[in-house]
């Protein structure tokens, strides 16, 4: 059963740890946690809310990028 996933605008962000990842050029993006969740944000706009996944979809998303699922996605 997939957990219901709470509208990122009712949620308290300021005690996340975002981790965030640039590749230069002001391509970044953050992650963090809160809760069951991962926030997924753009660091460059802040007051955007992120989109939210659960652990489960996470993972898979993760695994996913390291078996090179997507790398067709980021060719021109």
Known sequence: MTADKPNPAEL?????NWVTA???GGNCVQL????EFILVGDSKNPDRLP????LAEARTWVQGAK????DALLCP
Request: glycine share 20%; aromatic share 10%; proline share 0%.
């Open 22 to 24: 640039s590749g230069g």
């Open 51 to 54: 989109q939210i996944y659960t």
């Open 32 to 35: 963090g946690r809160k809760d």
């Open 67 to 70: 078996d090179g699922v997507f």
């Open 12 to 16: 308290d962000l300021t005690d996340v």
